[in-house]
């Protein structure tokens, strides 16, 4: 290869091995050089060319990383010698082919093949025969490639469609994983755009002001506190270029169209009204007008979206078809494989949470993608074979083929659950997993964890984005198993595959074997021997927490007002406690809502909750009288929970099992907003005996 056409980051590649004389890791360099570790990998047979003339070798360890083997004389030379390389950008035909398309796409506008040519150093014939190479892509996505001999070349198609392969365009060339790490230098606060220099960096920057993402971020943000949507970071990533998209184009007075039909199918929708405030912070902060066809373009987008608050919110299928598909592909499962699957809760609520966003994009021809694709196929074929089988039902529903990307989510799901079957652990080390690209995908890579290692204990799932230091060390974190890199941990940080390849199993042993020996704090300190009188202790106050909250139990329904100052002082007379009297409960929770009303948007639940003199905890529900709800934004029932005011940590947590129930099983706060009070007191009593389970499992073990 000639020295003279060496790209910048080969160079500084084998310049950062010259200077290192232990082994380095693929992640460090790339941390180094702020690029992906597939980026360092793909420069490595173009350096083991260039080093091949000399007398030394790039010896490469499984596990440990790479460093140049030779004798320091050599690699001093190497060093002189290539600190003094030309550095040249040579483009290669798919990097001409990727700035052609971004160009094209930007801009509908004419371009001269003569500017473009001397952009990429290349003849007119060559950029011609790259635009010839290119006409099958843009055919496939529904635009036209024109060139007109005098005037230039430009694509012609619908709004629509050039918006959907801008981002066909991100993803097939940006896998998920690059543009989560992407993102998170862009957002960075001390980030600075010369450093974003790898070229997947510069292919998504050139179809995305990094401006437009920075203050997008704050709407997003802001839309998740008021409106209880976390997103998966894959969803946050997909939103924010989705928007930042959306008003690159309305800048340029571009307009997006849709039926009537479709806009009023989704205008009585919540993701509907969540776009109409995504719209209205979007117009005070960039000054320009959002259309309804704008707002209906976002909502498309959230209702394909997947989010740790869903509830099977769908135009297309009701919440109740859901869960009798989901059942259908767990009946089918457990026909093929003989495991009994039947009374597993969490699949039953993942799939349900999974189908109905992927239902919304499949009927609006939304595509699906999935990053682990390929290796759940190579890996795990026979999960694929049943999870085809058990999508024949859902093919019914959505009246189209099946791709393959959904599939495979669905075999993820079926494969989280067959291994959770046989998985036992003894716990020793404390871990959080980091992995965006979705519920599903967590849970595979958790219960996989779990299967391979008895000594790893799963405290957490966590976004590689944004992530709580101090919720990390509050939960004695050990050390975090992400699928992404991550920046700036507080604990080490192991990136390993989504299906846990046996690569990945060989790091997490060397990392263990490690750890033993280093760890800051003694890990057998964080799960301790308890007591067999402090076991039983545990399990007595857990026990009367579960009893006083069943015993005491207020129902209250067809309530005559939906004011919270109405609910508080009827409840608080309602509610009979030895210690407290009404007006101290009323103060409590009154002081409490000053802080703020705790308003589930898609369950339609309002939270009153306080700790208080108390003298134990109390559980309450009030339903609105039907005929007082005048709109989809109004609360239809108010969960009342109060907590004594004392230092006995099992109250708060068995309350806290109830408000996570309600947060993550939207099959629990439907009972509760469908149902009287015996169906309600019995899903009450599943939730309360599965933690008080967990509970004594965990004090056992």
């Known amino acids: 290869m000639n020295k003279g056409e060496i790209n910048p980051r080969t160079k500084n590649i084998i310049l950062i091995l010259c200077k290192q004389k232990n082994f380095m890791t693929i992640s460090d360099i790339a941390a180094e050089l702020q690029v992906s570790p597939k980026t360092i ?165 050139n179809l995305v002001d990094t401006q437009i993402l920075r203050k997008l971020e704050t709407v997003i943000h802001q839309m998740e506190s008021q409106e209880a949507f976390k997103l998966s970071d894959n969803a946050y990533a997909g939103l924010l270029i989705h928007l930042a998209l959306a008003i690159q184009r309305m800048n340029q007075k571009e307009k997006i169209t849709f039926d009537d039909s479709f806009l009023k199918n989704i205008t009585d929708k919540h993701e509907f009204v ?56 767990i009946k ?26 992927s239902i919304s994009r499949l009927k609006m021809g939304m595509d699906i993608r999935n990053p682990l694709l390929e290796d759940i196929k190579e890996n795990y074929a026979s999960l694929m074979q049943l999870s085809q089988i058990c999508c024949t039902v859902l093919q019914k529903v959505v009246d189209t083929r099946i791709p393959e990307s959904e599939i495979a989510y669905i075999a993820m799901h079926l494969g989280a659950a067959l291994e959770n079957i046989q998985s036992d652990s003894n716990i020793k080390y404390h871990a959080a997993i980091a992995c965006p690209t979705g519920l599903g995908s967590s849970k595979l890579l958790a219960s996989r964890i779990k299967h391979e290692f008895n000594n790893i204990q799963i405290m957490d799932i966590i976004s590689a984005l944004r992530f709580d230091t101090q919720e990390l060390n509050k939960r004695q974190i050990d050390f975090i198993l992400s699928t992404v890199p991550i920046t700036n941990a507080p604990v080490p940080v192991l990136v390993i595959n989504a299906l846990l390849k046996q690569e990945d199993i060989q790091l997490i042993n060397t990392f263990l074997a490690k750890l033993k020996y280093t760890a800051k704090r003694n890990i057998g300190s964080c799960s301790r021997q308890f007591s067999l009188t402090e076991i039983i202790n545990h399990m007595m106050h857990y026990q009367q927490a579960i009893l ?39 103060q409590a929770l009154f002081e409490r809502e000053k802080y703020g009303s705790t308003y589930l948007h898609e369950q339609k639940i309002i939270l009153l909750h306080c700790r208080t003199n108390v003298s134990y905890p109390h559980f309450a529900i009030v339903k609105i009288k039907p005929e007082l ?15 004594p005011d004392d230092d006995k940590k099992e109250n708060a947590e068995t309350m806290g099992a109830i408000t996570e129930a309600l947060v993550e099983n939207w099959l629990f706060a439907s009972v509760i907003t469908n149902n009287s009070k015996p169906e309600i007191k019995l899903a009450l009593e599943n939730i309360l005996k599965n933690f008080l389970q967990k509970k004594i499992n965990s004090l056992l073990k």
């Open 548 to 586: 006083n909250i069943l015993n005491t139990f207020v129902f209250l329904d067809d309530f005559t007002s939906i004011n919270t100052a109405h609910i508080i002082n009827r409840i608080s007379f309602a509610i009979k406690d030895s210690k407290a009297t009404p007006q101290t409960i009323m």
């Open 332 to 357: 089918i499962a457990q026909a093929e494989t003989g495991k009994k699957l039947d009374n597993n809760e969490k699949l039953l609520i993942g799939l349900v949470n999974h189908l109905g966003p």
């Open 41 to 205: 990998i793909r420069e490595l047979p173009k350096i083991n060319s260039l080093l091949s003339e000399y007398t030394v070798q790039l010896d490469k360890k499984q596990g440990v990383g790479i460093r140049i083997t030779g004798s320091t004389e050599t690699i001093d030379n190497i060093k002189d010698t290539f600190s003094t390389v030309p550095e040249k950008v040579v483009y290669q035909p798919k990097e001409r082919a990727g700035f052609l398309t971004a160009r094209l796409l930007q801009n509908q506008q004419p371009m001269k093949l003569f500017e473009l040519a001397l952009h990429l150093n290349v003849a007119e014939s060559t950029i011609s025969s790259d635009l010839d190479k290119l006409e099958n892509w843009f055919t496939s996505h529904r635009l036209t490639l024109i060139r007109k001999p005098g005037l230039g070349v430009y694509v012609s198609g619908s709004e629509k469609d050039i918006r959907k392969a801008i981002l066909h365009y991100i993803y097939e060339n940006i896998d998920e994983t690059d543009l989560i790490e992407i993102l998170h230098n862009t957002l960075a606060k001390d980030s600075n755009e010369k450093d974003l220099v790898n070229s997947s960096s510069q292919r998504l920057l």
């Open 629 to 643: 709800i005048k709109n989809s934004e109004q609360f239809v029932a108010s969960i009342i929970m109060i907590i």
């Open 274 to 329: 969540i776009s109409r405030r995504i719209a209205k912070s979007i117009e005070q902060i960039f000054a320009i007008k959002v259309p309804v066809e704008e707002i209906g373009y976002i909502a498309m987008h959230l209702l394909g979206t997947r989010n740790q608050y869903y509830t099977g919110s769908t135009p297309f299928i009701p919440n109740f078809q859901l869960v009798q598909l989901a059942k259908k592909i």
